[in-house]
């Protein structure tokens, strides 16, 4: 069993940064696959940013490239999103993601068995 609890969320103004961690207990976490997903109210739950389990490989939505890094510290079992210049429809919960077991595992939900409880982000314009 995985245990991931984000931190990291708050309210921005439009164009801020802020950078959301996700702390990884339990099974080893350079074995798991891992991403970000956020949720908006009335919207599906989508895919943002995904990493490999040594971190070399990355993905990430259309609506976030050039904008949104992710990374991981395996050593700490931690996994960050840095955000940069924010808009207001990057308003939604983040939620981090673990798949144990496999290498990389994009961006659909279907590949994840563990979930955090979520941090919120609010952008204002």
């Known amino acids: 069993q995985v245990e991931l609890v984000e931190s990291g969320g708050g309210p921005v103004q439009a164009g801020g940064s802020l950078r959301l961690s996700c702390t990884v207990s339990g099974v080893t976490s350079p074995q798991n696959c891992m991403a970000w997903f956020r949720q908006a109210p009335g919207k599906e739950r989508e895919g943002v940013a995904a990493i490999s389990t040594e971190g070399a490989s990355t993905a990430y939505a259309d609506s976030v490239k050039g904008r949104f890094t992710i990374a991981r510290d395996n050593a700490n079992s931690i996994m960050y999103l840095q955000m940069n210049s924010l808009k207001p429809e990057d308003t939604a919960m983040y939620y981090c993601?673990?798949?144990?077991?496999?290498?990389?595992?994009?961006?659909?939900?279907?590949?994840?068995?563990?979930w955090g409880q979520g941090t919120q982000v609010t952008v204002s314009s």
């Open positions: 993601a673990a798949g144990p077991g496999r290498w990389f595992c994009g961006l659909r939900v279907a590949p994840y068995d563990d």
